[in-house]
């Protein structure tokens, strides 16, 4: 009874062990960076490969590669796709303003009278080659022919 108890706690604490060595700071965390390592480091990480596969590649944590590369000072990489499971992600969800956008994709039909302080362009999405959309590219392409002028 008593034999069984101890091999269940031996098997947790190597367990708990085993789960961050390279939290240790001192020597040996330095030790798993021989010259060969530090070259593959620096040649992988020039190749853009994320810090993890890094990691895989050469045998050691993400950790250790990312704080060796902040140690050798390389250069660091826009990484879109950088992610950290865990760490709170800093981009926040932007409300995008509503503006006035005279370039962008948005039917351009004036709405009010220049100089109004309603005076607005119409946002919808326009037809295809025109700049407004299909309510407005009908009034605007109004053909005078059609009336019944004739
Ligand atoms: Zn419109």
């Not at 969800?93 to 039917?107: E, H, I, R, T």
Request: include cysteine; hydrophobic fraction near 35%; charged fraction near 20%.
């Amino acid at each position: 009874m008593g034999i069984d108890a101890d091999s269940e706690r031996a098997t947790v604490f190597s367990g708990w062990w085993l789960l961050e060595p390279q939290h240790t700071v001192g020597p040996t965390m330095e030790s798993i960076w021989n010259p060969e390592r530090i070259s593959q480091l620096t040649e992988l990480w020039n190749q853009g490969l994320s810090t993890a596969e890094i990691g895989r590649r050469i045998g050691v944590t993400k950790n250790a590669v990312v704080g060796k590369a902040h140690r050798l000072l390389l250069t660091p990489r826009p990484s879109p796709l950088k992610r950290r499971p865990g760490a709170v992600p800093r981009v926040a969800k932007v409300a995008k303003p509503k503006v006035l956008n005279f370039s962008g994709p948005s039917c351009s039909w004036p709405i009010g009278h220049p100089g109004d302080k309603n005076f607005h362009f119409c946002d919808e999405p326009p037809l295809p080659g025109k700049p407004y959309c299909a309510q407005h590219a009908k009034m605007a392409y109004i053909r005078p022919k059609n009336s019944s002028a004739a």
